[in-house]
């Protein structure tokens, strides 16, 4: 149990670094957000198999990080057809 939960808590770790230090790319920020949405969803399987509750939230859990991938694509797909790549800091924010 303790192993799985430093796994998770590695992988949230990962994820949150990658996201902080990688903000160039529209595309490796929505990978990173997706990878850290992953880790919550195993902890809060782990946490709710342990206390023996109701896995409902886990299905939320998973519509909502359904919505917000399904969200990000579509941004990465308009911005690439207006500007041509994925690059934050090419275009400007304020325009």
């Known amino acids: 149990m303790m192993m799985n939960l430093s796994l998770i808590f590695v992988m949230f770790f990962i994820g949150n670094m ?11 920020v929505l990978l ?8 919550i969803f195993f902890f809060m399987m782990m946490f709710l198999s342990y ?7 886990l299905m939320v859990l998973l519509v909502f990080s359904v919505c917000e991938g399904a969200l990000g694509l579509s941004i ?5 057809r207006t500007h041509g790549h ?4 090419s275009f400007n924010m304020l325009w």
């Open 18 to 28: 990658i996201f902080v230090s990688k903000n160039k790319h529209l595309l490796i």
């Open 32 to 39: 990173s957000v997706e990878f850290m949405v992953l880790s």
């Open 86 to 89: 994925d690059y934050f800091q």
């Open 76 to 80: 990465l797909v308009s911005m690439i």
């Open 51 to 57: 206390i023996n509750y109701d896995m409902y939230m």
